[in-house]
């Protein structure tokens, strides 16, 4: 599965932030989005994930592949874990495992209310939802946020599984995250240059 | 769909879920009007279908603001949205998650709280079916408003502001078919509208609604 974005440019706010950006994401690999706070990364995932319009360009890749997660993690905090990670199993018509909850290490948190989690918790769960879609292209936004070095290593060591399987994934991230040779494409190329500085005369009042 | 559907009943009978609140609003509304207009039964049989039905309308609003809120503030409704689940579906199934815990227990307690109003038995029966028939119209205008002020905060208000006129026609035939039901005259065409009403909310109002939603998560 591949996911091919061809000279696209994003918006946020009504104003172009990022454009003719070029990048090819290939089956079994992963590629890291880079570039200060504030950048896009946030805005280019979200347009990538189909929550809003490229303003030119376009992407190829087959869209019922790709599965999102935000930096909020999406988590009901009145369900269960179990409850939680099912409801999105059935939405995807997959079959949810104890060995998934294993993977991120909250097996022992399975019937727990996500409401009495730690943060640290509730983002393995948000987490844990990406290993029970079928999905195969992952667009993911600061997914080690308030994770401890051990569960950043849970989550690596999925994301090599998942890239061993075929898949590819797209992150947005600060820190090493320890993968086996990834990519990196730096935002800071793209950037469009700040508005041109206003000289007194606005077209929107003719 | 289902699933979906399934996920928003469990989580309104959870506790903070605020099942039971519509209804518990519907009896105070209810009960509150014998003390302001009087014990005179004559007139308490006449207003009853109307203070029914107002009082449902407002029973409903009570959690429409909730619908695509909680979802929205927890990220889930992106999550959603990105999902192989249509937007429209998502719109449904929030409705219907709606109608099961508003709509249809206030359209069954209905005739009991129209023995407080004198409402004749004969009444109460054509109550519940217009009710029945009417508030999937009112849960399904009400997930449009309710996706049409989703990134709003505190947007409650205005999402009353919104909804209330859009459930005039409702009303108004609403209450008629349980009028003429409880003076035993002819139906006429009333019945007929109600039904148009929700049947047309209920096709057309899902797309309009997913169309507002995706703007509104942009």
């Known amino acids: 599965m591949t996911l091919v974005a061809k000279n696209i440019a994003v918006e946020r706010g009504g104003r172009v932030i990022l454009k003719d950006v070029n990048f090819t994401l290939q089956k079994g690999q992963a590629l890291i989005l880079r570039g200060h706070n504030g950048i896009g990364k946030t805005t280019l995932l979200r347009s990538l994930a189909g929550l809003q319009p490229f303003v030119t360009g376009q992407v190829d890749a087959d869209m019922d592949t790709v599965a999102y997660a935000s930096h909020a993690d999406g988590v009901k905090s009145q369900l269960s874990v179990w409850e939680n990670l099912e409801f999105w199993a059935q939405t995807y018509g997959t079959d949810l495992s104890d060995d998934v909850l294993e993977s991120f290490d909250i097996a022992d948190l399975k019937t727990r209310r996500a409401a009495t989690l730690s943060s640290g918790q509730k983002r393995r769960l948000g987490l844990a939802r990406l290993a029970v879609l079928p999905s195969k292209i992952l667009l993911l936004d600061e997914p080690t946020i308030s994770l401890d070095a051990a569960s950043v290593r849970l989550f690596a060591d999925f994301i090599t599984a998942h890239l061993a399987k075929g898949g590819s994934a797209l992150i947005a991230t600060h820190i090493d995250l320890g993968l086996p040779d990834v990519e990196e494409l730096d935002l800071s190329p793209f950037v469009t240059s700040a508005d041109a500085p206003n000289d007194g005369f606005d077209e929107a009042f003719i | 769909m289902i699933a979906l ?3 928003d009943l469990r989580l309104a009978i959870r506790a903070g879920g605020g099942f039971g609140l519509a209804l518990a609003f519907f009896l105070i509304v209810v009960v509150l009007v014998p003390f302001g207009v009087g014990a005179d039964m004559a007139v308490l049989g006449r207003v ?17 603001d909730r619908m695509f809120a909680l979802d929205f503030e927890d990220g889930s409704l992106e999550l959603l949205v990105t999902s192989p689940l249509p937007t429209e579906g998502i719109v449904l199934a929030k409705a219907a998650a709606h109608w099961i815990t508003t709509g249809l227990p206030l359209s069954l307690a209905a005739p009991v709280l129209g023995i407080l109003l004198n409402l004749p038995p004969h009444g109460a029966v054509w109550m519940v079916i217009s009710l029945l028939v009417g508030t999937p119209a009112l849960s399904i205008i009400g997930a449009f408003g309710a996706a049409l002020t989703v990134g709003i905060k505190r947007g409650g208000l205005l999402l009353s502001i919104l909804v209330l006129p859009m459930y005039v026609p409702t009303l108004i035939f609403g209450a008629e078919v349980a009028r003429r039901g409880s003076e035993g005259v002819a139906l006429g065409s009333s019945l007929v509208m109600l039904c148009a009403i929700s049947l047309l909310a209920v096709g057309l109002l899902p797309f309009a609604a997913s169309k507002v939603l995706r703007i509104n998560l942009k």
């Open chain 2, 48 to 64: 009853a279908a109307g203070v029914l039905w107002t009082g449902a309308i407002l029973a409903c609003l009570l959690s429409l």
């Open chain 2, 5 to 7: 559907l399934r996920r």
